[in-house]
């Protein structure tokens, strides 16, 4: 039986209450505004800010350091003290433009991307920073209505997205995409790399939901046309956010079909290598090949399988 990842999934931690209730609370903002504990995050061209402290930490600002007529979106409260915060405390998401972003913290080290250094951020601070970025981003590309194109207006605390015409409402989505760790009769694992990275870079088979299809149809279709391999039992393994710029990885483990040869055939287009590994084998290549980052669900269910962690 497959264990659950979920638990050391870097983006997966949170410790934000998300309190969507008061969203629907026309003055929120100036409510929160009122409140010393009160904290903005900025977020600027996809990153968020950090501190200047020796480890990676979002920088959490007092609410009057951020411009007022920038897009906020209210994340919630923190659920536990911390050094830095009380338990309680309201987050506010500020997404900046460049003028702003830059006047904000010109030293460009001070941006950071949750897609590699989440594993380093604090549980409440990866929980943060993958809420924020994803909601920015879904506001991002929901300027005008696809059904009317309106324009649309930020609505309840950042949450919506409103047609200024006809006033219907718009909710965030998100991408629902498989990601899975194939094995054989042996126990060998299959990586691929991809035709939009190095050639040395492997990971794991994976991508997105079509309309229509159960998660474990998508397994096996995506597994089918990258590799020519089909596979049975896929067992869920883990979740975790990956809002670059909008998805949602769903893990699964699956083994080959035994009543169909299996041949190692790399679609061409996406994938344009493919190899079956043994433990023993990965280990003894980890110094030529570029495995996912720790960030990664891809990394973790990789880990997972290899029985603890790999130095590479």
């Known amino acids: 039986m497959h264990r659950s990842i979920t638990a050391r999934l870097p983006l997966s931690r949170y410790r934000i209450d998300r309190d969507d209730t008061a969203r629907l609370r026309p003055d929120l903002f100036a409510e929160l505004a009122a409140e010393p504990s009160s904290r903005v995050l900025p977020v600027w061209r996809g990153e968020v800010l950090l501190t200047t402290a020796e480890h990676p930490a979002l920088a959490l600002l007092p609410a009057d350091a951020v411009p007022t007529d920038v897009l906020r979106i209210y994340l919630g409260r923190t659920t536990e003290a911390e050094a830095d915060l009380p338990a309680g405390a309201a987050i506010i998401a500020a997404v900046l433009d460049d003028a ?168 061409g287009d996406e994938i344009l290598d493919l190899r079956w590994f043994s433990r023993d084998e990965l280990r003894s290549q980890l110094d030529t090949i570029v495995l996912p980052g720790r960030t990664s669900i891809a990394r973790a269910i990789i880990e997972d399988w290899y029985g603890g962690p790999l130095e590479a």
Request: proline share 7%.
């Open 100 to 267: 702003a972003g830059e006047r904000m913290a010109r030293d460009v080290t001070r941006w950071g991307n949750p897609r590699t250094l989440g594993h380093q951020l604090s549980d409440r601070d990866a929980g943060l920073a993958v809420e924020a970025l994803a909601i920015a981003n879904w506001h991002a590309g929901h300027a005008f209505s696809p059904r009317t194109g309106n324009a649309t207006t930020p609505g309840r605390a950042g949450w919506v997205r409103v047609d200024v015409e006809t006033g219907r409402e718009m909710f965030p989505r998100t991408d629902a995409a498989i990601i899975v760790g194939v094995t054989d009769e042996r126990d060998r694992l299959v990586l691929g790399s991809n035709a939009a990275w190095e050639s040395n870079r492997f990971s794991l088979l994976a991508g997105f939901v079509e309309p229509g299809e159960s998660l474990e149809a998508a397994v096996a279709r995506e597994v089918a046309e990258e590799s020519g391999l089909r596979v049975v039992d896929p067992v869920y393994v883990g979740s975790q956010p990956w809002p670059f710029p909008a998805s949602l990885m769903l893990g699964f483990r699956a083994t080959l079909d035994p009543a169909v040869t299996a041949e190692l055939r790399p679609d």
